[in-house]
């Protein structure tokens, strides 16, 4: 089947710099947050960037996230890039407490260690925790592009794909059944990103 | 492990990339959108581009030459952004969250104020809390006088009429929720002599943010030497990798020779 993505429009996010990888890669892609749109969709993207609360609050008011909670339970592939990562989270801590889409029951976003420089800015390596598809022909060590202050966490194991070392070993991938999480932007993490984008695309209902 | 950046800096002006020397002489160079494609073609850590226009022409009304030409700022990123496989920072003419917003949905990554946050530095608070302080890098230009350091708003001649020192302003500016800080010593625009070594390191100690160093390279050594001697989190710079097309690879190629942690050079993509 050709795959149709959908990149969930909930005004904010860096929505145009991950449809032009989209477009750089040959995969069909649409910014949109219509029912219709989600509902034809192969594959969901949450892109992601700036605070937790906002983008909350952006999401519940412009996403039709009922809809899309279906459409997840279905079956159908998320992957949440960032912040659109971070709000899979049950409670986030940016600033203020604030309820995640508890997409991973249990867990929470939490702030990076107090006694390093932040936010973590560039370009840094992941390791490989457990095999996944998601990282298909992407190397133990590889370089990815992060830009976050805050990270999640309280993942149990299984779903802890790769990590990341700064001041404290944190989630760079995450995925559980048709989810997948990235902290890192592999819109903008040159050829590691592309490979994990095409592999995306690649993951079937 | 976490890499050190090497950023290069694009200044635009009215349609055109251009060279500065001192803040006030300008070259033109040429098309921005190739340029960006170059440098993402050599695997750029990230990149600045600084829109310097003085006025809101975004074309070079010039049907002579190949230049695409723009409607206006968001036109151009967005062109500009189709090309980019890097990070972007964008900065200029930002005074509001709107416009902050209009950039990022253009296809910016990033941010970053300088005049704006002096004027009314609750913007920084304000724009940190709307998209995340890691998407706010705020600008700062400095003179070298005597020793001192002196912050320099726009292209005033008068350093001294801002009475904020510029170690101050650094520390209100991290307060106040900036993510990230370029630091740009004008003195050394152009000039090729090296990093403000003693005062980048001095900052990069006390700012809990990353620190941007910008100012006066003139060869890949003297990368090196502010890499290697300050805890300064990325060097930039603008003109030294304007005239050569593998300048990005010669950069991390020297870097990772001298042991330091960037990204190991790669080789030229072509995909865009």
Redesign the interface.
């Known amino acids: 089947m050709k795959s149709k993505i959908c990149i969930l429009d909930y005004g904010s996010g860096n929505v145009t710099s991950v449809k032009n990888a989209f477009d750089r890669l040959g995969l069909e892609s649409r910014i949109s947050n219509e029912v219709a749109d989600i509902a034809k969709a192969s594959h969901l993207v949450l892109p992601g960037v700036g605070a937790f609360k906002a983008s909350m609050e952006k999401i519940e008011a412009n996403l039709p996230f009922n809809v899309i909670r279906t459409e997840i339970s279905e079956g159908k592939p998320l992957l949440g890039i960032c912040v659109g990562m971070q709000v899979f989270a049950e409670s986030g801590y940016e600033f203020e407490v604030h309820p995640g889409l508890n997409l991973i029951p249990g867990s929470e976003v939490i702030e990076l260690p107090m006694d390093i420089s932040k936010p973590h800015v560039g370009w840094n390596s992941i390791k490989v925790e457990n095999s996944h598809p998601i990282l298909n022909n992407i190397d133990d060590g590889a370089d990815f592009y992060f830009v976050h202050s805050y990270f999640l966490s309280k993942i149990n194991n299984q779903s802890l794909i790769a990590s990341c070392d700064y001041g404290v070993k944190f989630p760079a991938v995450v995925a559980q059944d048709n989810l997948v999480g990235v902290q890192f932007h592999p819109e903008k993490s040159q050829k590691n990103g592309d490979k994990l984008l095409t592999n995306f695309v690649e993951l079937v209902q | 492990?976490?890499?050190?950046?090497v950023i290069p800096v694009l200044l635009h002006k009215e349609g055109w990339l251009v060279q500065s020397k001192n803040f006030k002489e300008y070259k033109k160079l040429g098309n921005p959108q190739k340029a960006v494609q170059r440098l993402s073609e050599w695997?750029s850590?990230?990149l600045i581009y600084l829109d310097i226009s003085k006025n809101e022409t975004y074309s070079t009304n010039r049907g002579d030459t190949a230049a695409p030409e723009y409607r206006d700022l968001p036109d151009l990123l967005?062109e500009v952004?189709?090309v980019?496989?890097?990070?972007i920072t964008i900065g200029g003419g930002i005074q509001t969250l709107q416009d902050i917003e209009v950039r990022?949905?253009?296809?910016a990554?990033?941010i970053t104020i300088n005049r704006a946050a002096l004027a009314d530095p609750s913007l920084i608070k304000l724009a940190?809390?709307?998209?995340?302080?890691?998407?706010i890098v705020v600008s700062i230009d400095y003179e070298e006088i005597d020793e001192k350091r002196h912050l320099r708003v726009g292209n005033q001649k008068t350093p001294n009429s801002n009475p904020l020192e510029v170690v101050e302003w650094l520390l209100k500016v991290e307060e106040l929720g900036a993510?990230?800080i370029l630091l740009n010593s004008v003195s050394r625009d152009g000039m090729k002599s090296g990093y403000d070594i003693s005062f980048l390191g001095q900052v990069a100690d006390r700012l809990?943010?990353?620190v941007i160093a910008c100012g006066g390279a003139g060869n890949w050594e003297h990368m090196a030497e502010v890499l290697s001697e300050t805890?300064v989190?990325?060097v930039a710079a603008a003109n030294i990798f304007h005239f050569q097309d593998q300048s990005v690879y010669l950069a991390r190629k020297y870097l990772t020779s001298k042991g330091l942690p960037v990204?190991p050079p790669?080789i030229q993509?072509r995909?865009?």
């Open positions: 492990m976490k890499k050190k950046r695997d850590d990230e967005g952004s189709k980019s496989r890097m990070p990022l949905r253009a296809g990554d990033k940190s809390r709307e998209f995340g302080r890691q998407c993510g990230e809990r943010i990353p805890n989190d990325a990204r790669s993509s995909r865009g």
